[in-house]
């Protein structure tokens, strides 16, 4: 905070006005560049990354692992802090050896990966969690510190019985991540937002402790407003995936082509002193024809994200 000096109207008038305004002065200037350089070592660095959904949405299966080599090069020439990867490419043997070789001649961290599993459904759960731990254990063996889980989505609106079982899971793989270094944050599509959030405060509910990686246009589309999202939880909210949509609620190409209020969450990200780590995932509608190359759509999303949040 800024500190201010008031000086005595009786000593100004005096015949030592100008020595007194002197060291006022200099107090004032040397106490302010004393708090601005204190601020500045106060204030974490948000990496900002890419998420490769773009182009797992055109890879037969949803797959990524063949083209990885263009991920890394488009993302690192886009300016990227990081990648957060698919879990499936982490099933692959010899994952590990490859991405961390990508991630080495890119200069591009990884920070972590999405997961996802029908945790809400006991009959799956020795599969999901086998499949969480093969994915956990690699990751850590890249340095990847985040686990963007996503619960799945029932037929139905989830039962009592069906949010005990996912919050049961869930508890087993924070158990997980936390033995191998990595954090656990729910990651949500609109099915864990709607209805009220029956879903999400379901989790919150049983979990409370949880950490959250909200997806904010997940959000608009779920019809949660993403600035009351963040001053409601953010406490809790250590990563973030980043988006934008147009007035006709389509996705834009790249981020700031589309009209969600990105000065008013970056202002509700600083009130509430957010410090984690942010992604920037780009989605196109079905039938979208780019008009530029997709290492371009995350350069100018990756300079827009810096222009109105500040990473």
């Known amino acids: 905070m800024r500190r201010t000096t008031t000086l005595n109207r009786r000593r100004f008038l005096g015949s030592g006005a100008a020595a007194v305004l002197t060291a006022a002065a200099s107090w004032i200037l040397g106490s302010s560049c004393r708090s601005t350089q204190s601020d500045a070592r106060s204030q974490k660095k948000v990496p900002v990354g890419g998420h490769p959904w773009v182009y797992a949405a055109t890879q037969p299966n949803y797959d990524i692992y063949p083209v990885l080599d263009q991920i890394f090069a488009d993302m690192s020439y886009a300016g990227l802090d990081g990648i957060e990867l698919m879990h499936t490419v982490l099933r692959y043997p010899g994952a590990v ?29 020795e599969a999901v969690f086998g499949d969480a731990r093969l994915v956990v254990t690699r990751l850590a063996k890249l340095g990847g510190q985040t686990f963007g889980t996503s619960v799945g989505k029932a037929p139905q609106t989830k039962t009592a019985a069906q949010l005990d079982a996912q919050a049961e899971l869930l508890r087993r793989i924070m158990t997980l991540c936390r033995d191998n270094g990595v954090v656990l944050n729910l990651h949500n599509h609109t099915y864990e937002v709607e209805d009220g959030m029956h879903d999400l405060n379901g989790t919150l509910a049983r979990i409370p402790e949880v950490k959250l990686g909200p997806d904010l246009n997940w959000l608009v589309r779920g019809n949660v407003d993403p600035v009351s999202f963040i001053r409601t939880f953010g406490r809790q909210i250590v990563f973030l995936h980043l988006r934008d949509q147009k007035a006709d609620g389509t996705w834009s190409e790249a981020m700031g082509e589309g009209n969600m209020d990105y000065v008013a969450i970056g202002k509700a990200l600083r009130e509430v002193k957010f410090a984690g780590e942010a992604v920037i995932e780009l989605a196109h509608e079905r039938d979208f024809k780019p008009t530029r190359p997709l290492r371009d759509s995350f350069k100018m999303s990756r300079a827009y994200v810096k222009q109105t949040l500040g990473f």
């Open 97 to 125: 050896e490859r991405i961390k070789a990508l991630s080495n001649e890119h200069n591009l961290p990884v920070i972590g990966t999405s997961f996802g599993g029908a945790m809400w459904d006991r009959t799956q759960h």
